[in-house]
């Protein structure tokens, strides 16, 4: 839907007052009413670069969502502000690992005995809890986009993983990426006593994964694979990784937000794509490529928005972006000292993967 001509006029105004001191940062699923503003874009990894990039900023705004806000205060200077236009921008994902659960789970580990042998791999969507007892325990974050190669360096450092918090990312990089089996994988349970698994099963697993997924890609399924391929024959089947198992087994070709793009553009004319992620991003890339004759669809008839993710529309980056204009700090993500020391150790592994 086209934006408020009002609110695009207003939110220009006030961007150009603020001028060199303001940095908007946009996540690829975000509302085209919103990306239009948006200085970079990027998956979750290109946009903790950029707000590392980026010191002569005052204000950090981050288009996203609640994690990569504290993962870019991690990263810049104490003196810049990241601002989340909407507090309630979080994501359910990152919701279903928690500093108790973890902390009660790496007990487990210990009682087993196997928690000397362990290395943390926490994906990028968890909160700065997760990244602080990360690197505290000397792992790595990872995103979409980097997950093999700081699977690599756990491997290096350890003899197993402990993957949190998407079930799905761990088990498919191993799996699809890595060449362990199903079986090499095992899934803590935070909701059972001692994670719904046995001693002997957590010392014979490589891969420990943590029973998180994502809401939004969870919704595609093998059926969503095999119909589209049947509905229009010759289609490259693209997903992201979040997808469950047999999803990503069964599409052409897998990556993060930023690889689907590349991978788009790289597309001769005429190819047609069933795309697996997010619609903001899917819409706005079918419309994108649909002038050069390449005939994008997405991989299932149901609508699938990230709805944490829409929460930052037009109206509430407006009124950021005025309330800065105006000198009122508002809705600053900011991470304790302590949370954040830890946290930015694991990030910058992450940044140091080869
Ligand atoms: P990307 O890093 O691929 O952009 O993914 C972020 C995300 O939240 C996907 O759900
Ligand atoms: Fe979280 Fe899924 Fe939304 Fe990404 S798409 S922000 S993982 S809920």
Redesign the pocket.
């Known amino acids: 839907s086209p934006s408020d001509p009002d609110l695009v006029e207003r939110a220009r105004a006030a961007k150009a007052k603020l001028g060199d001191k303001v940095f908007v940062l946009g996540?690829?699923?975000q509302r085209d009413e919103v990306i239009q503003f948006a200085d970079v874009t990027?998956?979750?990894?290109k946009l903790a670069r950029d707000a590392a990039a980026r010191p002569e900023a005052e204000y950090i705004v981050f288009c996203g969502?609640h994690f990569m806000a504290e993962s870019a205060d991690i990263l810049t200077s104490d003196d810049q502000k990241v601002v989340l236009p909407d507090l309630a921008a979080g994501?359910s994902m990152a919701d279903m690992a928690t500093a108790e659960q973890v902390a009660e789970c790496w007990d487990v580990l210990t009682e087993a005995g196997v928690a000397e042998q362990v290395v943390p791999v926490s994906y990028?969507?968890s909160s700065a809890d997760i990244k602080a007892f990360t690197g505290k325990h000397g792992g790595t974050i990872c995103?979409?986009?980097n997950a093999q190669r700081a699977l690599e360096w756990a491997f290096e450092q350890g003899e197993k993983v402990l993957f949190l918090p998407d079930q799905h990312l761990g088990r498919n990089t191993a799996v699809r990426d890595m060449g362990m089996s199903l079986e090499d994988c095992v899934v803590y349970n935070p909701h059972k006593p001692g994670g719904g698994l046995t001693a002997d099963q957590l010392r014979a697993a490589k891969m420990i994964l943590w029973r998180g997924h994502?809401s939004?890609?969870g919704r595609f399924s093998l059926d969503s694979v095999n119909d589209v391929r049947e509905r229009i024959p010759g289609v490259n089947v693209l997903v992201?990784p979040?997808c469950r198992h047999e999803v990503v087994a069964a599409a052409d070709y897998v990556g993060?937000?930023?690889y689907i793009i590349k991978a788009l553009e790289a597309a001769p004319a005429g190819s047609k794509w069933a795309i697996g992620?997010?619609l903001n991003l899917v819409r706005r890339l079918a419309n994108r490529f649909a002038p050069e004759g390449k005939e994008i669809v997405f991989l299932d008839k149901t609508v699938c928005f990230?709805s944490t993710m829409n929460r930052i529309d037009l109206p509430h980056l407006v009124w950021a972006l005025e309330s800065l204009a105006e000198g009122n700090l508002v809705n600053r993500i900011e991470v304790d000292q302590e949370t954040e020391a830890f946290a930015k150790l694991a990030l910058e592994r992450m940044l140091a993967l080869p």
């Not at 990027?42 to 990894?45: A, K, V």
Request: net charge negative; charged share 15%.
């Open positions: 996540h690829h699923y990027g998956d979750s990894f969502v994501c990028m969507n995103t979409s986009s994502c939004v890609h992201h979040e993060s937000t930023e992620t997010e990230c």
